[in-house]
Structures are given as structure tokens and as C-alpha cells.
């Protein structure tokens, strides 16, 4: 019984990292544009080879 104390334990303190991690992430602005990287892929690179040309 006390396993499963501790595994209760760990999967909170797990959550709590994850939690603080995504805060951290919104705070530091990793998600404010959420267009532009699906619009990338239908972009045309140009390639090096034929800019040099």
C-alpha cells in the first residue's frame, strides 16, 4: 500500500513540473504565432543553386 503513496507522490510532482514548464513557455512567448508555421510548407524556397546561376 505505501507503493502506492509514493507513485501518488511522484505523478503529482511530475505534473507540477510539467505545468511549470508549459507556464514558462507561455511567458516566454513560445507560442504567439501560431499562422506562420503552418503557412511555411506552402512557401517556395528558392535554392542556392539557382540563385547562384
Not at 21 to 40: C, I, K, V, Y
Not at 42 to 48: A, I, K, R, V
Amino acid at each position: 500500500m505505501s507503493i502506492i503513496y509514493f507513485l501518488i507522490g511522484c505523478s503529482l510532482l511530475l505534473a507540477i513540473c510539467f505545468l511549470a514548464a508549459f507556464f514558462w513557455a507561455q511567458r516566454t512567448g513560445q507560442n504567439e504565432d501560431l499562422h506562420t508555421p503552418s503557412m511555411r510548407i506552402l512557401l517556395d524556397d528558392e535554392d542556392e543553386n539557382d540563385a547562384e546561376k
